[in-house]
Nanobody, 131 residues
Framework: VQLQASGGGLVQAGDSLRISCSAS????????LGWFRQAPGKEREFVAA????????RYLDSVKGRFIISRDNFNNAVVLQMHSLKPEDTAVYYC?????????????????????????WGQGTQVTVSS
């Protein structure tokens, strides 16, 4: 299984950026997905999650209304569109796939924000927002 994140870069505060993650080696459409981020000296934190068919999403409070997670099950990709970026959004962003395929929605929405619930991780892409 491979998750490959891309699209990071250096932007200014207020700019938009789109990062994506392509997957191979797993039944992509059966897995719930998430994006996490880790800033220097801080723990990895949940950013956004999307269920297997893309019908429902969840977000970290500080990114609600600014970030949008979406997925393309035909092309095995998940995207995080980020708007109105702030310096505090600076971090390495990781995509991840649920540790269980076809997990029930009830179980997923109790656990989506915990990194331990994800089995497959991408290598991360750096997003830097300058003030």
């Amino acid at each position: 299984v491979q998750l490959q994140a891309s699209g990071g870069g250096l932007v200014q505060a207020g700019d938009s950026l789109r990062i994506s993650c392509s997957a191979s080696g797993l039944a992509f459409s059966s897995y719930n997905l998430g994006w996490f981020r880790q800033a220097p000296g801080k723990e990895r934190e949940f950013v956004a999650a999307i269920n297997w068919n893309g019908n429902t999403t969840r977000y970290l409070d500080s990114v609600k209304g600014r970030f949008i997670i979406s997925r393309d099950n035909f092309n095995n990709a998940v995207v995080l569109q980020m708007h109105s970026l702030k310096p505090e959004d600076t971090a390495v962003y990781y995509c991840a796939a649920d540790r269980r395929s076809q997990r029930s929605l009830q179980s997923w929405w109790r656990n989506f924000a915990f990194a331990r619930e994800y089995r497959y991780w991408g290598q991360g892409t750096q997003v830097t927002v300058s003030s």
